[in-house]
C-alpha cells in the first residue's frame, strides 16, 4: 500500500512539474517529439520479432497485436519521414495483408510464407536507402525470457 501512494505521488509530480514549468514561461514554444528514424525501426525490428514467436506458439491474438503495430509504425515512419520511398512502403501491403489473412485463418504455413516476404521486403527497402548492411533475417531464438508466448489455454 505504501509503495502504490509513493507511485501516485511520483506520477502527480512528474505531471505538475511540466505544467507548472509551462504556465511559468508562456513564451517558450515547446516542440513535438518526432522520433527518429532508427527509432520507429528499431520497435519494428522488436515487434516483428515478437510477431514471429507469436505466430510460432499459435497465440493468434497476440500476433494479430504484433502486426497491428508493425502496420502503425510503418505508417509513422512514411509520414513522418518524407525521404522513404513511399512505394518501399506500399509494397509492403500485401505481405502485410497476407500475414493478417494467416493470422485470421489461424494457418501457420501461410503465416510463414508472409512472414518470409514481409522480411524480404524490409531487406529490399533497406537496399534503396542504401542501407545495405542493415538485415533482418528470421529470428532463430527467443530472446524474452519476461514473456510468455503461448497462449492461455496452453500455458
Known sequence: MRFRKLLLAGALACLAAPLAIAQ??????????VPRLADIMNGLQL????????????????ADFELRQVRAGLAEAAVL????????ITT??????????????????????AFGHLTNGCNACHQTMDRKF??????????????????EAKK
Open 47 to 62: 515487434r516483428h520479432l515478437k510477431l514471429y514467436f507469436a505466430a510460432r506458439a499459435q497465440n493468434w491474438g497476440l
Open 92 to 113: 509492403l501491403a500485401d505481405p502485410v495483408q497476407a500475414l493478417f489473412d494467416a493470422i485470421k485463418a489461424k494457418d501457420q504455413s501461410k503465416f510463414m510464407a
Open 24 to 33: 511559468s514561461a508562456p513564451d517558450v514554444q515547446v516542440e513535438p517529439y
Open 134 to 151: 542493415i538485415v533482418i533475417a528470421l529470428p532463430t531464438g527467443q530472446p524474452f525470457t519476461n514473456q510468455v508466448f503461448a497462449p
Open 81 to 88: 519521414y518524407s525521404g522513404l520511398p513511399v512505394n518501399n
